[in-house]
Nanobody
């Protein structure tokens, strides 16, 4: 049974950093396409970052490019999202997701498994 558990969210001031973790079980992070998504109240869930199953390519939304970094720790079977220079508009619930498909996907419908999310609030 696949299970994804996010952690690391919290309240931070603009300009500060935060690292989200996604602990996975029932799948191997090093050979699975995975991504981070976020959803703010009243808005649609959107892709933030994604990594291809073999790690050869990554995707970043224009709004976070240069500030966020997606990575994985194979030994810990964990996916990470390093978030720097946080802005108030980054405030949302962040979700970790995994896809069984090999191409690098951004569409929500292509992801098979989802975590429960972790709240990130950026405010002064």
């Amino acid at each position: 049974q696949v299970q994804l558990v996010e952690s690391g969210g919290g309240l931070v001031q603009p300009g500060n950093s935060l690292r989200l973790s996604c602990a996975a079980s029932g799948l191997t992070v090093s050979s699975t396409g995975m991504g981070w998504f976020r959803q703010a109240p009243g808005k649609e869930r959107e892709a933030v970052a994604a990594i291809k199953w073999n790690g050869e390519t990554t995707y970043y939304a224009d709004s976070v490019k240069g500030r966020f970094t997606i990575s994985r720790d194979n030994a810990k079977n964990t996916l990470y999202l390093q978030m720097n220079s946080l802005k108030p508009e980054d405030t949302a619930v962040y979700y970790c997701a995994a896809t069984s498909r090999r191409p690098l996907y951004v569409s929500l419908s292509t992801y098979d498994n989802w975590g429960q999310g972790t709240q990130v609030t950026v405010s002064s």
